[in-house]
């Protein structure tokens, strides 16, 4: 599905740009470098899950997107709570981050179904 590719590449580039735009101090580089981490990461899995080499492969990597999604939602719950910066772009990610995580639940619970039968 070339725009799932694409969608969670402009999230993790989305977010990137957001993290580019904090204030730095010790306690947020930390914040900002999980973040870029688990929302990029987010692409990098859906990705590879797209070259799952079997049935339970795939649903493996997507559990991983799924973490990683949750992760995500976290980390912008996080900032929203401390910053007073941003907070449209903030709200605006942390509904990406949610709509992706119930796009790869569904595709979770769709692939175990359908390899049940």
Known sequence: MQDL?????????????????IPKSRELDAWVRQLIRCSSSIGANYRASQRAK?????????KIVEEEADETIYWLELFLEVLDIN??????????????????????????????K
């Open 54 to 62: 079997s049935t339970a492969d795939f649903i493996n990597k997507l």
């Open 5 to 21: 590719k694409l969608r969670t590449k402009r999230f993790a580039v989305d977010c990137w740009q957001l993290c580019a735009k």
């Open 87 to 116: 907070h449209e772009e903030m709200k605006r990610l942390k509904i990406e981050s949610e709509e992706l995580l119930a796009i790869t639940v569904a595709s979770i619970k769709t692939t175990r179904r359908n390899h049940k």
